[in-house]
Nanobody
Framework: HVQLVESGGGSVQIGGSLRLSCAAS?????MGWFRQAPGKEREGVAV???????TYADSVKGRFTLSKDNAKRTLDLQMDSLKPEDTAIYYC??????????????????????WGQGTQVTVS
């Protein structure tokens, strides 16, 4: 069973920056960050597949940067130019499942089943 532990959340002013980190218990093929705001569905923010391909949600392109350290088994999300609409609980996830049990490395949150506990990000 995969264990994912997020850290780095907090409160920040509009336009500020935060860096989130996710520590994984094992070697994972793809990982990503997702978020859930009150009253909204969980949505994908950024993912990286096993070839290092990065995919970002349109809402965060140019502001967020995803990086993975395979040696340390960590996934970091640098968030700059933060907006109030970025306020959410941010979750780390890994190795989504596609059709017929294939690996899924996209932004669709419903295909992921291994989640961290989440970390709150508040922008005001």
């Amino acid at each position: 069973h995969v264990q994912l532990v997020e850290s780095g959340g907090g409160s920040v002013q509009i336009g500020g920056s935060l860096r989130l980190s996710c520590a994984a218990s094992g070697r994972l093929r793809c990982m990503g960050w997702f978020r859930q705001a009150p009253g909204k569905e969980r949505e994908g923010v950024a993912v990286i597949d096993m070839d290092g391909k990065l995919t970002y949600a349109d809402s965060v392109k140019g502001r967020f940067t995803l990086s993975k350290d395979n040696a340390k088994r960590t996934l970091d999300l640098q968030m700059d130019s933060l907006k109030p609409e970025d306020t959410a609980i941010y979750y780390c996830a890994a190795d989504g499942l596609g059709p017929y049990g294939s690996l899924y490395c996209g932004l669709g949150s419903r295909r992921y089943h291994d989640w961290g506990q989440g970390t709150q990000v508040t922008v005001s």
